[in-house]
């Protein structure tokens, strides 16, 4: 989904985690039209899922599009391969 002019953050939330303060950041944009998307920065893998799960539920729990970053996809992977390899080393 392209970010026009009348998209703009509504809530951005911040959080820094451990010894380096890793940044976490969620925004939600919200259009005149009510469509609602929610993008997360910092959050490796899979993890943006469960960090925004329950805020899609209190906005309405209906998802029409997820659309994962490259690198969280690329982590996802990663991790798939590693299991693969354990499994065939065993």
């Not at 939330?13 to 997360?40: C, K, N, S, W």
């Not at 659309?67 to 992977?77: D, G, K, V």
Request: charged share 30%.
């Amino acid at each position: 989904m392209q970010v026009t002019h009348r998209d703009y953050p509504v809530v951005k939330l911040t959080q820094g985690e451990g010894t380096h303060m890793e940044l976490q950041e969620v925004e939600v944009f919200i259009a005149p039209d009510g469509t609602t998307r929610i993008e997360v920065r910092g959050v490796a893998g899979a993890g943006c899922l469960d960090l925004t799960e329950d805020l899609e539920k209190a906005l309405g729990g209906q998802v029409v599009e997820r659309e994962l970053t490259a690198e969280a996809q690329e982590l996802i992977q990663e991790r798939v391969d590693e299991r693969l390899r354990r499994s065939q080393g065993s």
